[in-house]
């Protein structure tokens, strides 16, 4: 059965620290691996990772994939209580389908 | 601007009431999602549509039906609503294209007492 396990699943940090944020997979003709930012609203899309080792950046966010290990970061750096969020990794199938991890609740703190 | 709308973004009802939840795309979309999200359990797939009047179950289907008489638009029915299908419901559209992503409505909270 396919799927996508995320660590950790909460998460309490300062501002300006910096975090690493873990997504697993076990997935049968895989595709790729999509990271969304969700606030109090839905899902916005932050990545789209189809090949292993080239990092995805934008801003403070930065992602890789290791389809080797079946796994993915995601990266953010001196972080802010704007990126406070739930983080969703998930992983779509040959089949077209989109299996997606519990999610990972960051918390930052003034 | 992309956009996927749902009807309601809070919603109360009453066990076994018939519960309709709307979800529009203006994107043209043939691909059309309903997921369910809780606690714990991340986003869970309903139903999902290829294309007008076709659907097909996704992992947890049970209590739940969907139509799809047009393309823009794909509804969600709880023919008689528990308490377990409290939630937060998302709908969400995509192009079958490889390279898109799979763009999000704003969620429908539901709570059925």
């Known amino acids: 059965e396919d799927k996508v396990v995320q660590s950790p699943l909460s998460l309490v940090v300062h501002e300006g620290d910096t975090v690493t944020l873990n997504c697993s997979y076990e997935v049968t003709n895989f595709r790729s691996l999509l990271w969304y930012k969700q606030e109090k609203k839905a899902p916005t899309f932050l990545f789209m990772l189809?090949?292993?080792?080239i990092e995805k950046k934008s801003g403070r966010l930065s992602s890789i994939l290791d389809k080797k290990e079946l796994f993915s970061i995601l990266n953010i750096t001196a972080t802010q209580t704007g990126d406070s969020a739930v983080y969703l990794c998930?992983?779509?199938?040959?089949?077209?389908?989109?299996?997606f991890g519990q999610g990972t609740e960051l918390s930052v703190k003034p | 601007d992309v956009k996927v709308t749902q009807s309601s973004r809070y919603l109360v009802k009453r066990t076994g009431e018939k519960v309709f939840l709307e979800c529009v795309q203006d994107?043209?979309?043939?691909?059309m999602f309903w997921y369910r999200q809780d606690p714990g359990l991340g986003l869970r797939l309903i139903y999902f549509?290829?294309?007008?009047?076709?659907?097909e179950k996704g992992d947890i289907p049970e209590g739940y039906s969907v139509s799809r008489e047009k393309k823009e638009r794909f509804s969600l029915i709880l023919e008689s609503a528990s308490t377990n299908q409290t939630s937060m419901y998302l709908c969400?559209?995509?192009?079958?294209?490889?390279?898109?992503?799979?763009?999000f409505g704003p969620g429908t909270r539901l709570t059925v007492l």
């Open positions: 994107m043209d979309h043939e691909n």
């Open positions: 998930a992983v779509f199938n040959q089949g077209g389908k989109l299996i």
């Open positions: 969400a559209s995509r192009s079958p294209s490889f390279a898109d992503t799979q763009y």
């Open positions: 549509s290829y294309d007008v009047k076709m659907k």
């Open positions: 189809t090949s292993s080792g």
